[in-house]
């Protein structure tokens, strides 16, 4: 069973940086895409960042040259390197992956920012 598990969230300053980790696990062969979302209280999941097998990434408008999504593919492992946090960053993180027609999601990691 393919399991995802996220690591490295925190309490930083605004202005301060962190970087998150997520290691899928459980005989997988290939994963093709795989992504950060985050969750704030009372708002709907959103796309962080994404990137494909070969590299090709994505970011949301709000990260866009404060996030950085890199991948090793040969562990299976995404992360996300956070600069220049501000407090509208505040929020729990999930990393999916999707292997073939199936998106695994982690259990999240709490990401706060104090102003």
């Known amino acids: 069973q393919v399991q995802l598990v996220e690591s490295g969230g925190g309490l930083v300053q605004a202005g301060g940086s962190l970087r998150l980790s997520c290691a899928a696990s459980?005989?997988?062969?290939?994963?093709?895409?795989m992504g950060w979302y985050r969750q704030a209280p009372g708002k709907q999941r959103e796309l962080v960042a994404s990137i494909t097998r070969g590299g090709s990434t994505n970011y949301a408008y709000s990260v866009k040259g404060r996030f950085t999504i890199s991948r090793n593919n040969a562990n299976n492992t995404v992360y996300l390197q956070m600069n220049s946090l501000k407090p509208e960053d505040t929020a729990v993180y999930f990393c999916?992956?999707?292997?073939?027609?199936?998106?695994?999601w982690g259990q999240g990691t709490q990401v706060t920012v104090s102003s």
């Open positions: 459980g005989g997988i062969f290939s994963i093709d895409n």
């Open positions: 999916n992956a999707q292997i073939v027609r199936y998106v695994y």
